[in-house]
């Protein structure tokens, strides 16, 4: 039982992390630069999601919690120019 409470905390702390992330970009981020970071995740070899990071530490850190809940799904991390994605 004990080994099913530390999972949902797990996958609770997981949640919350990424709800941080969002509010932090939604809210203007930290650091605004010219540079973003995209981080596609693919799923038999089909596009599955696609998220814009600030940095690239924060892609990798997306990436490095997405593989520990999804194994089975591929992610790559590619630098481009904010100007590609806004106005």
């Given at each position: 039982?004990?080994?099913?409470?530390?999972?949902?905390?797990?996958?609770?702390?997981?949640?919350?992390?990424?709800?941080?992330?969002?509010l932090?970009?939604?809210?203007?981020?930290?650091?605004?630069?010219d540079?973003?970071w995209?981080?596609?995740q693919?799923?038999?070899?089909?596009?599955?999601?696609?998220?814009?990071?600030?940095?690239?530490?924060?892609?990798?850190?997306?990436?490095?919690?997405?593989?520990?809940?999804?194994?089975?799904?591929?992610?790559?991390?590619?630098q481009?120019?904010?100007?590609?994605?806004?106005?």
């Open positions: 039982m004990a080994v099913n409470k530390e999972r949902g905390e797990d996958r609770y702390a997981d949640v919350i992390w990424l709800e941080k992330l969002e932090n970009r939604l809210l203007g981020g930290k650091v605004m630069t540079t973003l995209r981080c596609d693919v799923r038999a070899g089909q596009l599955y999601n696609r998220m814009m990071f600030d940095t690239k530490e924060e892609a990798e850190q997306f990436v490095q919690r997405m593989q520990q809940m999804e194994p089975d799904q591929m992610f790559s991390i590619e481009i120019e904010a100007r590609q994605v806004w106005n």
